[in-house]
């Protein structure tokens, strides 16, 4: 029986992109022979991964986990090649899992994340698991992770997973947490009030307006009043306790608050700024042709 060394595993793994418990089980299997093991791989159907990282993963599914008592809670995208493999149970299984990992470990960051250890396998591992499970590239894109001592943590996810919230409040009740979060959802503010309003997005907002008001013709006097008036309708837009609730326009969201504060929110769109692969089956008919 030969010896598996750590160098044998980590050539192995490089070759195929298995995880290095496979690639060390296969190496074990097949007496050390790097061919056979890469074979044993592939009949595995382990070593597919590889031969998927160059795709395009731009659906996908958005899913969060809030614990038991709404103070830890995470928010993730993972994303997928096909809108068939996003809609199945087995893909939400994943991304459920990976949603609470994040809000069990407490990961610093995406790399962090990958070498933790979820089912007893790195979770770097566990994707390439899946990938060769599922048959599709699977990334994990973002993640946000709430932890909070005095407040509540709600979630929303809307249409299946299409749209993710996880929002801190101050307290009030989880009815509260959902209709803000639903409203996050929807509305889309940028920030929770005026505040948090990126200072050059505002400032070229300005610019805009006041450029607008001028080829309206309006005298150079009244420009200013007219583009601070605009302003204050953009601030109903952006930020968060400004803009009119969904469920009751008459009211504002700081009024449907009351007493209570939005501490911090984050709002995922799954496939949001990923380019997707546009098919020419035509020109793909042609290359096959010549």
């Known amino acids: ?75 993730v995208e993972v994303n997928c090649e096909t809108d068939f493999v996003a809609k199945t149970d087995k893909f939400h299984d994943l991304v459920n899992k990976v949603a609470k990992h994040i809000a069990d470990t407490n990961p610093a960051d995406m790399a962090a994340l990958n070498d933790s250890t979820l089912e007893g396998k790195k979770v770097s591992d566990f994707i390439t698991e899946a990938i060769a499970s599922i048959g599709e590239k699977i990334d994990i894109r973002r993640f946000a992770r709430y932890e909070t001592a005095e407040g509540r943590l709600t979630s929303y996810i809307h249409m299946g997973g299409k749209i993710g ?71 109903k837009e952006v930020c968060l306790i400004e803009q009119a609730f969904v469920k009751d326009p008459e009211q504002t969201v700081k009024k449907v608050l009351g007493g209570v504060n939005v501490n911090r929110f984050a709002r995922y769109q799954m496939g949001e700024g990923i380019e997707k692969k546009q098919e020419d089956f035509a020109a793909e008919v042609m290359a096959q042709v010549k």
Request: charged share 30%; hydrophobic share 45%.
């Open 165 to 235: 919230v996880l929002v801190e409040l101050s307290g009030g009740t989880p009815e509260l947490g959902k209709d803000i979060a639903m409203q996050i959802a929807a509305a889309n503010p940028a920030c929770v009030d005026r505040a948090g309003v990126d200072p050059a997005a505002l400032d070229h907002e300005r610019e805009v307006l006041k450029k607008q008001a001028l080829e309206e013709g309006k005298p150079a006097n009244i420009v200013e009043k007219m583009v601070e008036g605009r302003i204050n309708k953009y601030y």
């Open 1 to 75: 029986m030969a010896q598996i060394t750590a160098a044998m595993v980590k050539e192995l793994r490089e070759i195929t992109g298995a995880g290095m418990m496979d690639c060390k089980k296969a190496l074990a299997e097949t007496d050390g022979d790097k061919q056979k093991a890469i074979d044993f791989l592939r009949e595995k159907g382990i070593a597919k991964a590889e031969k998927k990282a160059g795709r395009i993963a731009a659906e996908g599914v958005v899913a969060a986990f809030v614990n038991a008592d709404a103070k830890v809670g995470a928010l």
